[in-house]
């Protein structure tokens, strides 16, 4: 069928709904006549449709603004200060060069602190950008400034160079983390409150932050970046125990003692007594003791919030508040608490709920593979080891 002619049977079957439509009422033994014209029906369904429209336009609208919060925010930081124009920037050089070189300065450790957030792993730019032109201009203007304008020029091409990669990071460990059936928003929040304050320095007292928008725009592309990997590398993809066997899946099963259904919050791994327990990702010991039927427990927290919980062991290896990287020996396998014999019950939590865990150890490698580059950048930070 062409698409004109589906077009006109829309357009009849839609004309088809609104035809004359008489009604008899009867109301204190009267029978009155009420007719509603195909005209008023239809317009009713206008003013309907419309109402609906724009439900669906707030709604929309409002979806996209959560997405684009933190992009939002990098722009206000943008918009607090301008870039200044060329002739701003020429009297500015006119006035004190010595001033100039000393902002220089604080700059070039800035730009330093960067780098080193990046691993002092930086590709190098390839962009000049609108910077070099500034510089020429403040060259010919003051030919004895032409050589620390052209510093100012490479410097700034450096912050926009570093805010690109920490944008398309921070992207990339978001992609992975939905890749994961995780929320990266949800997850970034805990990083972010666990992060305890800007974790750069210059946003401190001590040192005035130089007040060029290219340059608060690339530490607020470096906070997003370091969230954003800090919450991927805190989700548990490393297996707890090297013994591959789980002898119960999460969800409902029958109970082993009472033989009646119930929830399963957990996965278990069978092993032989003191079979090495491992954490399953970044974090810091949050608890280690006994724990009613669970035993010697063991809990880490993941610098996004979700926790992992090893249950039956026969040993402990950690104690509490220890920043534990993800592989570290915590604790050996034991059948303690309530267990009907040696084996490792794995648990992960999400605010409080226990989520299944195999998604996460069945990720596949070319996500796990960014994970493990985001874990190696934010290694230490994340668990407060040094
Ligand atoms: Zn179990």
Excluded at 152 to 162: F, G, K, P, S, T
């Amino acid at each position: 069928m062409s698409l004109l002619a589906k077009w006109t049977g829309y357009k009849n079957r839609l004309a088809g709904w609104f035809v004359d439509r008489e009604f008899f009422m009867r109301a204190n033994g009267q029978v009155r006549f009420v007719k509603i014209s195909a005209v008023l029906q239809r317009r009713v369904a206008v003013v309907a449709a419309s109402v609906v429209g724009v439900w669906l336009v707030i709604t929309f609208g409002m979806m996209i603004n959560q997405v684009t919060v933190s992009a939002e925010r990098m722009a206000l930081n943008a918009e607090q200060e301008r870039v200044e124009t060329d002739q701003e920037r020429i009297s500015k050089y006119r006035d004190s060069v010595d001033k100039v070189a000393g902002e220089l300065e604080t700059r070039q450790k800035m730009v330093e602190e960067a780098v080193k957030q990046f691993g002092g792993d930086v590709p190098p730019a390839t962009e000049a950008g609108s910077a070099a032109a500034t510089a020429k201009k403040i060259g010919a203007a003051l030919p004895e400034a032409a050589r620390l304008a052209a510093v100012e020029a490479r410097q700034v091409a450096l912050a926009e160079h570093l805010t690109r990669i920490a944008l398309s990071r921070s992207q990339k460990a978001a992609a992975a983390i939905r890749e994961f059936g995780l929320d990266p928003k949800s997850l970034t929040t805990e990083a972010q409150s666990a992060m305890g304050g800007p974790f750069i320095p210059f946003f401190g007292k001590k040192e005035k932050p130089v007040r060029d928008p290219r340059f608060t725009k690339m530490f607020a592309a470096l906070e997003q970046m370091e969230v954003m990997e800090r919450a991927l590398a805190g989700i548990p993809t490393s297996m707890p125990a090297s013994v591959m066997l789980m002898s119960s899946g999460f969800g409902y099963r029958s109970d082993p003692f009472t033989g009646a259904g119930a929830m399963h919050s957990g996965l278990d791994f069978k092993g032989p007594i003191g079979t090495e327990i491992l954490a399953a990702a970044d974090g810091v010991v949050t608890f280690a003791g006994w724990q009613g039927g669970y035993g010697n427990c063991i809990e880490i927290t993941h610098a996004n919030g979700l926790v992992t919980r090893y249950a039956h062991l026969s040993g402990i290896d950690i104690t509490l508040g220890q920043g534990v990287r993800r592989g570290l020996q915590i604790g050996r396998m034991g059948s303690t608490g309530r267990s009907t014999g040696s084996h490792l019950h794995f648990e992960v939590r999400m605010n409080g709920q226990a989520i299944n865990p195999l998604k996460f150890l069945e990720a596949n490698p070319d996500v796990l593979e960014i994970q493990a580059v985001a874990g190696n950048r934010t290694a230490g930070r994340t668990t407060g080891a040094k």
